[in-house]
């Protein structure tokens, strides 16, 4: 069974761009999970998507984002953005909410300059 | 709120040493407690879980027990080996593992770097 894949692996943008991210969970799996990953704050939950729902959502900006599609794939946006963006930011898919394992993908590698 | 607070790195030890990295946890309710590890250029795989107290997570010559009444939960692994170098993370999920919680989330420790040297 495939893993979950990200894409794109690596991007750089500037300030006051915008950008999204996505990603496809593991087959059958329903829930979809965002997490950003950063020197100085560790890994921090973003929001978690099941059944196309925004289930919970953690404490960023508006500016943050995202969705889920009918097939469970998922796309984060993130507008006007910041130096602070710069971040690896992971997937993670479940097979259900509140389900205890998480299967990470390799992540975004996202820099704004 | 919840909170995971992991031993600062970086450890470095040799090859075949003894390893503990210690996690100590703030959590109401009962979570499941995690132990993650995130090789170079790599997303995070799940090392071991345990999801109740006196509960003993093992997997690949890594062992960690659900303490609560000391509210932690040490990685330790008898034998290091150079292939053990990566980054290791310990982590709580909200809801204590019930499925359906509207809630639900990990939260993470900062992490450790280890390195194993030959």
């Known amino acids: 069974k495939a893993g979950v894949t990200q894409t794109p692996r690596y991007l750089i943008k500037t300030r006051g761009q915008q950008v999204t991210l996505s990603c496809s969970p593991i087959s059958g799996h329903r829930s979809v999970s965002w997490y950003q990953q950063t020197p100085g704050q560790g890994l921090q939950f973003l929001f978690e998507y099941f059944s196309e729902t925004q289930r919970n959502k953690g404490n960023f900006p508006g500016r943050f984002s995202g969705r889920q599609f009918s097939n469970s794939r998922s796309e984060m946006n993130v507008s006007t953005l910041e130096l602070g963006d710069s971040a690896l930011y992971l997937c993670?898919?479940?097979?259900?909410?509140?389900?205890?394992?998480?299967?990470f993908g390799p992540g975004t590698r996202l820099t704004v300059l | 709120g919840n909170s995971v607070t992991q031993m600062e790195g970086p450890v470095t030890l040799s090859e075949e040493a003894f390893l503990t990295i210690n996690c100590t946890y703030t959590a109401t309710g009962y979570p499941s407690l995690f132990w993650y590890v995130q090789y170079p250029g790599e997303g995070l795989q799940l090392l071991l879980k345990a999801t109740k107290a006196d509960d003993k997570g093992s997997n690949k010559g890594f062992e960690a027990t659900y303490r609560k009444e000391t509210t932690s939960f040490h990685l330790e692994k008898g034998s290091v080996q150079v292939s053990d170098s990566a980054v290791y993370f310990c982590?709580?999920?909200?809801?204590?593992?019930?499925?359906?919680?509207?809630?639900?989330?990990?939260?993470f420790g900062k992490g450790t770097l280890l390195t194993v040297n030959p």
């Open positions: 993670a898919s479940s097979p259900r909410t509140g389900g205890d394992e998480q299967f």
């Open positions: 982590a709580l999920s909200d809801q204590g593992g019930k499925s359906g919680g509207s809630n639900y989330k990990l939260t």
